[in-house]
C-alpha cells in the first residue's frame, strides 16, 4: 500500500558531502514523523535524525552539527543533508515514515535502505 524510495547514497571521502532523499508513495492519507536510521556491519539500527509534520527534529549527538533532516510535506518525501563525513558515518541508511493509510490506522513503513561508505 505504501512505498519508500530511497536515492542518493554512494562513496564519497571524508570531509565530503551527501544528501539522501526518500519518498513515499501510495494510499497515503497522511504522514506523521519522518526519519533515518543506519545500520554498520555488525552494529545494531540507530536512529540518525527525525522530523515530525510541524518541522519539530531530532538527531543523535553523533551527528548534530553535520547533518541536516527536512521534509517536503506535499511531496511526500524527507531529506537528510549530510556534510562533514566521517568514515564512522559508513552504514546502510534506511528511512521510515509513520504513515495513515486511508480507511486504516497508522503503521511506520521502511524503505529497502541504501549504502553510505565514506573512505578515510
Known amino acids: 500500500q505504501v512505498q519508500l524510495v530511497e536515492s542518493g547514497g554512494g562513496l564519497v571521502q571524508a570531509g565530503g558531502s551527501l544528501r539522501l532523499s526518500c519518498a513515499a508513495s501510495?494510499?497515503?492519507?497522511?504522514?506523521?514523523?519522518m526519519g533515518w536510521y543506519r545500520q554498520a556491519p555488525g552494529k545494531q539500527r540507530e536512529l540518525v535524525a527525525s522530523?515530525?509534520?510541524?518541522?519539530?527534529?531530532v538527531y543523535a549527538d553523533s551527528v548534530k552539527g553535520r547533518f541536516t533532516i527536512s521534509r517536503a510535506n506535499a511531496k511526500n518525501t524527507v531529506y537528510l543533508q549530510m556534510n562533514s563525513l566521517k568514515p564512522e558515518d559508513t552504514a546502510v541508511y534506511y528511512c521510515?515514515?509513520?504513515?495513515?493509510?486511508?480507511?486504516?490506522?497508522?503503521?511506520?513503513?521502511w524503505g529497502q535502505g541504501t549504502q553510505v561508505t565514506v573512505s578515510s
Open positions: 521510515n515514515a509513520d504513515v495513515v493509510v486511508y480507511g486504516t490506522n497508522g503503521r511506520r513503513y
Open positions: 501510495g494510499s497515503i492519507f497522511s504522514i506523521n514523523a
Open positions: 522530523i515530525i509534520s510541524g518541522g519539530g527534529t
